[in-house]
């Protein structure tokens, strides 16, 4: 049973525009969101958070939004650019230790 | 400035093979995860550590153990490799539970067991 859903598996965007990243969940005892990032051969880095106490969060391009009532959060990328172009996870996390569940991700490709 | 450091890159298994995957951290996290991603599918908790002595099974525990002897190592163990098992596998660290804290990633062991 898929708790974090990310249901567009690629994005293409034109560079300077906004890419918009959605991400599911089922799970209403989530207490925060994260949204990680990763290129080929690589492993994920951390992008942006947001508490399920918030609705917004903002780091320079990147915000983040959260929509509780809809279990439904939205990464915004204002201006994409080309080395945006990578995988993107939703992850969720419960509980004590830490522990992330992620989405399938979403590849994104911005282009020139 | 090494991070997380996981050991081999690359391996390919034959079935019923045993293996270790190695992941060493030199942040002095207490919290350690091991993850794996099939292909077009988000990374799945193995196992994962609150700090040396102590573990505890993840989504995907099958088939897998672990140890924690000290806080920089967490080895990750395949007893009879499976072709299910094929995947590229995650070691991440964190400095403590807390949900926002940033867990920082290896770049990932790439295994195929044939």
């Known amino acids: 049973d898929q708790q974090v859903k990310q249901n567009s598996p690629s994005l293409s965007v034109q560079e300077g525009r906004i890419s918009i990243l959605n991400c599911d969940y089922t799970n209403s005892m989530f207490d925060y969101f994260l949204w990680y990032k990763k290129y080929p051969a690589e492993g994920p880095t951390f992008l942006i958070s947001i508490s399920s106490i918030k609705d917004k969060n903002e780091d320079g391009r990147f915000t983040v939004f959260l929509n509780k009532s809809a279990k439904h959060l939205s990464l915004h990328i204002v201006p994409s650019q080309p080395g945006d172009s990578a995988v993107y996870f939703c992850?969720?996390?419960?509980?004590?230790?830490?522990?992330?569940?992620f989405g399938q991700g979403t590849e994104l490709s911005v282009k020139p | 400035n090494a991070g997380v450091t996981q050991t081999p890159k690359f391996r390919i298994l034959k079935i019923g093979q045993s293996m270790t995957l190695q992941c060493a951290q030199d942040?002095?996290?207490?919290?350690m995860y091991w993850y794996r991603q099939d292909p077009g599918m988000g990374l799945k908790l193995i196992y994962y550590?609150?700090?040396?002595?102590?573990?505890d099974k993840g989504e995907v525990p099958n088939g897998y153990n672990v140890s924690r002897s000290t806080t920089e190592d967490f080895p990750l163990r395949l007893e009879l490799a499976a072709p299910s098992q094929t995947s590229v596998y995650f070691c991440?660290?964190?400095?403590?539970?807390?949900?926002?804290?940033?867990?920082?990633f290896g770049q990932g062991t790439r295994l195929t067991v044939v």
């Open positions: 991440a660290s964190r400095e403590t539970g807390v949900p926002d804290t940033e867990a920082f």
């Open positions: 550590s609150v700090g040396a002595g102590i573990t």
């Open positions: 992850a969720a996390s419960a509980g004590q230790g830490g522990k992330l569940i």
């Open positions: 942040m002095n996290h207490n919290y």
